[in-house]
């Protein structure tokens, strides 16, 4: 898991540059559903609220949602992943990375996980 990032306790993941915040779900998740099949992603211009759910990741196992981590305006999905959904699995922290939201409120970040919180989230679970 990177240091850089921050979590929800849904095991999405966001790396923020600037006042842009990359979205993806963790290695943790990904294992969790087992081999990823469909991705479903919000459109280009879409606002969104923190926490709601936003898209649908399809897996051999179940169908679970994708949840915002910080509100805000969509300004990129992962279009690779309409055509190549294992990229999750494969690759959660870099290619497979979801969305790419411009942050409305960079405070929101402080309700999400650092990295030893997650880690003892995903123990427990």
Do not use: C
């Not at 990032?5 to 294992?31: F, M, N, P, S």
């Not at 992962?78 to 922290?93: I, R």
């Amino acid at each position: 898991m990177a240091q850089d990032l921050r979590y929800t306790k849904e095991h999405e993941w966001v790396r923020v540059v600037g006042d842009l915040a990359t979205v993806g779900i963790t290695d943790y998740a990904a294992g969790q559903l087992g081999d990823i099949v469909f991705v479903e992603l919000p459109e280009v211009g879409r606002s969104l609220a923190q926490f709601d759910a936003v898209g649908v990741i399809e897996s051999v196992k179940a169908v679970s949602d994708l949840f915002a981590p910080i509100s805000g305006e969509v300004v990129e999905a992962n279009a690779d992943l309409a055509g190549s959904p294992e990229l999750v699995n494969g690759d959660p922290f870099g290619k497979g990375w979801m969305l790419r939201i411009r942050i409305a409120d960079s405070g929101q970040l402080d309700a999400l996980l650092d990295q030893a919180a997650y880690e003892d989230l995903t123990r427990e679970g």
